[in-house]
């Protein structure tokens, strides 16, 4: 099912359809999903959904929307999707999610050895420094 009518609001009604396997909502205009709705909404599921909501414009998706199911897959692909919830949702549910490759990397991003040496001897020089302050 593909559904582009300018949404701003996710149709939570969908999770009353347990035979429902694939849903694209992608360019649209859906800034927030409910996690009330999603909770209210939800039904038993017998087939995996696999949800496209590409090109919205979502900073967060609520937690119990993957929880529903590991059948849930989203393609979370060119959402302004904060930091930190990005890493968060890569932590916990990166077999269920796609995320574009720049979202990738700022979610999977960690320092690199050289970063954290470099932190080790600044924090060493202030440490040593801060008696003659």
Known sequence: MILRANLVEFPCEIFNLPHLEYLNISHNKIKKISEKDVLYYSAPR???LDINLSHNKLKKVPISFLRLSSGIKLNL??????TSHLKKLHKNYKDQIHLSYDQERIASR???PQTWLGIKILISLLIILIPYL
């Open 110 to 112: 960690t320092f690199h």
């Open 46 to 48: 017998t087939k995996p």
């Open 77 to 82: 692909k060119e959402n302004p999707i904060t």
